[in-house]
């Protein structure tokens, strides 16, 4: 049994989070990493309205019986959701913990206190663990530049940034960013995380409700099939390197602005053509450097269950044998 702090806080089985994935962390898929005793998180904003939220969550509680929480990403936006009615509606759905991300979540956070809930913040920054955790959450999630989506604009990898954050963070950290197997999750632990946050890894699993195209790609894509998107625009997004995604880049790297690509990143495109229909150049998703650590699509409880064996073999195995007497 692999068990941290971070685990005995958020009561869950094993040090392996499902963060938040925009279209994909729907009730399936949080119900099946909840029963295999890791910690998942419902998507609040792929639910149209905190009504529908509350509804996926009730929905999530018919399959689990066991913890999992509702992230919450707040970014900016001319026309922003209504945040403060999605945190209202996870807390009147009874949910126990949240993942904030994005800007500051001081704004929300005496609600979650008053509530009961417990806070997770994913950090791409030492520099932003730190305010956090000064902010009084419960955790935090610090987020390496392999990660998909927004690894943020400073560059550092995991292997830097999990130890250079580790040495200032006394609350429970988990670390997120290119984790995939039991590799990951004992290297993770070494530098001195409580546990690992995986997001591509989880896409390519059977429960996820994304097409088999995209979860097919995730098999056969390397490492090497990503793409930072925005770059010049200071808001760097990492992507599944596509038509789309090398059209973006190249459209931006010639001086053009956010307007000139704004239909090939539309959201809905990506959701729609992509990740429902199939069509892998149908518009932007999000993928990891890990995808080049991804061989099968497993069953999440097949996934969490070989991860966990194998950090056990490799810490009572491979490791151990190399310390002498």
Request: glycine content about 10%; overall charge negative; hydrophobic content about 45%.
């Amino acid at each position: 049994m692999v068990h941290t702090k971070f685990c005995a806080e958020f009561g869950i089985e094993h040090p392996i989070v499902q963060g938040g994935m925009q279209w994909v962390g729907r009730a399936e898929l949080v119900s099946a990493v909840a029963n295999a005793g890791a910690l998942g998180f419902i998507t609040a904003l792929t639910q149209p309205t905190p009504e529908d939220l509350a509804k996926e969550i009730a929905r999530c509680r018919d399959m689990t019986d066991k913890p999992f929480g509702v992230n919450l990403t707040i970014l900016p936006s001319i026309n922003p959701p209504p945040y403060a009615e999605y945190r209202d509606a996870i807390i009147d759905s009874g949910v126990k913990i949240v993942e904030t991300a994005g800007f500051n979540p001081a704004e929300h956070l005496p609600a979650f206190r008053a509530a009961g809930v417990r806070v997770l913040h994913k950090c791409t920054s030492v520099r932003h663990a730190v305010k956090a955790q000064e902010l009084g959450v419960d955790g935090i999630s610090i987020d390496g530049f392999e990660c998909a989506g927004h690894p943020g604009e400073d560059d550092i990898p995991g292997l830097v940034l999990i130890p250079a954050a580790a040495e200032k963070i006394t609350i429970p950290m988990i670390a997120s960013g290119g984790f995939a197997d039991a590799r990951g999750l004992v290297a993770a632990l070494a530098l001195g995380a409580d546990g690992i946050n995986m997001g591509t890894r989880f896409v390519a699993t059977q429960e996820a409700q994304v097409h088999d195209n995209v979860k097919q790609r995730m098999v056969e894509a390397t490492e090497r099939d990503t793409d930072l998107i925005f770059r010049p625009l200071r808001n760097t997004a990492r992507v599944a390197r596509n038509a789309i995604s090398r059209q973006v880049v190249q459209i931006l790297e010639e001086g053009g602005q956010f307007e000139d690509v704004r239909d090939l990143v539309a959201g809905n495109r990506g959701r729609i053509e992509v990740l429902e229909n199939g069509d892998i150049d149908g518009g932007i998703w999000s993928a990891g450097l890990v995808q080049g650590l991804i061989h099968d699509i497993p069953t999440v409880a097949e996934l969490v269950e070989r991860i966990i064996a194998e950090a056990e073999e490799l810490i009572k195995g491979r490791l151990a044998g190399t310390v002498g007497a």
